[in-house]
């Protein structure tokens, strides 16, 4: 599908997986981002984090993610990628 597609610049997609459906009580478990380079070149960057709440059957059964697949893992807050606000705004910058 993406082989016929024309970039003049990079395109993202993103994908969050979270522990449920509602943006005011479930949490991150996944955040999946996927760059493509106007010359077809693919950058995939994947981070999987303990949301610190029990992920529900319903939302295992979407993504396939469970408490100990991910149990080892830092909780969301914790992750450098989140502390480091200015690397990661600046690495996202050009996707924007």
């Known amino acids: ?3 016929n597609l024309k970039l ?3 395109i993202a997609f993103i994908d969050v997986e979270t522990t449920g459906t509602n943006p005011h009580s479930d949490r ?3 955040l999946s ?3 493509i380079q106007p010359d077809g070149k693919e ?8 949301p610190g709440v029990p992920i ?6 979407v993504h396939g993610i469970t408490v100990l697949s991910i149990s080892e ?3 969301f807050l914790n992750r450098t990628l989140w502390h480091d606000q200015a690397a990661l705004t600046s690495s996202l910058r050009p996707w924007l």
């Open 1 to 3: 599908m993406l082989k």
């Open 28 to 30: 991150v478990v996944e």
């Open 43 to 50: 950058e995939y960057k994947s981070h999987r984090v303990n």
């Open 33 to 35: 981002i996927l760059r």
């Open 56 to 61: 529900p059957p319903e939302a295992t059964a």
């Open 8 to 10: 003049e610049r990079p």
């Open 73 to 75: 893992m830092g909780h």
